[in-house]
T-cell receptor, first 108, second 114 residues
Framework: AQRVTQPEKLLSVFKGAPVELKCNYS??????LFWYVQYSRQRLQLLLR??SRESIKGFTADLNKGETSFHLKKPFAQEEDSAMYYC??????????FGTGTLLAVQP | KAGVTQTPRYLIKTRGQQVTLSCSPI?????VSWYQQTPGQGLQFLFE???????NKGNFPGRFSGRQFSNSRSEMNVSTLELGDSALYLC?????????????FGPGTRLTVL
């Protein structure tokens, strides 16, 4: 079965602390994985995709096929990082399968 | 380039009515997908259109339908509305270039069924 699991509904950290948003997936084949972010009152927007191996707004994510994980990390959280984060997997039929999302709250 | 646009942004309907939502993709994008977002079920795939053909379908009843026009604009229709259809309906477009393809989302249409 194709599935994306984000075990934490809420992650609360203080400004300057490291952040790790967990994402595990279940997929037979080579997965394409994404992180999308939804800031308050804004549209869902792409943050990262594993194929690009890039760093956006200080966030990075590494695909670990052995652990079937694609965790999102940032060394020093900022208040403006507070948002809803969704991990997603793109199926062979171009369907995005989303996790349930993690609300990141960065406290001052 | 202008982003994905959706109209209307808000809708209030009553049970039993039908509704049509519209989506204009990013210029040059030929694939349009629709998702339903609710607090309980999260983001769920409805269907995808490419070159005016439904290419992919999620697990939703037949009351949910859609179509795509020759200019890639897409509409989604929900007939015989139920209270549980209240949700944010998101449209996403992509180039459909295979590996590395990225879906870009519109702001959504907030549907409330009374």
């Amino acid at each position: 079965a194709q599935r994306v699991t984000q075990p934490e509904k809420l992650l609360s950290v203080f400004k300057g602390a490291p952040v790790e948003l967990k994402c595990n997936y279940s997929y037979s084949g080579s997965p394409e994985l994404f992180w999308y972010v939804q800031y308050s009152r804004q549209r869902l927007q792409l943050l990262l995709r594993h194929i690009s191996r890039e760093s956006i707004k200080g966030f990075t994510a590494d695909l670990n096929k052995g652990e079937t994980s694609f965790h999102l990390k940032k060394p020093f959280a900022q208040e403006e990082d507070s948002a809803m984060y969704y991990c997603a997997l793109r199926s062979a039929t171009n369907k995005l399968i989303f996790g349930t999302g993690t609300l990141l709250a960065v406290q001052p | 380039k202008a982003g994905v646009t959706q109209t209307p942004r808000y809708l209030i309907k009553t049970r039993g009515q039908q509704v049509t939502l519209s989506c204009s993709p990013i210029s040059g994008h030929r694939s349009v997908s629709w998702y339903q977002q609710t607090p309980g079920q999260g983001l769920q795939f409805l269907f995808e259109y490419f070159s005016e053909t439904q290419r992919n379908k999620g697990n939703f009843p037949g009351r949910f339908s859609g179509r795509q026009f020759s200019n890639s604009r897409s509409e989604m229709n929900v007939s015989t509305l139920e209270l549980g259809d209240s949700a944010l309906y998101l449209c996403a477009s992509s180039l459909d270039r295979g590996i590395g393809d990225t879906q870009y989302f519109g702001p959504g249409t907030r549907l409330t069924v009374l």
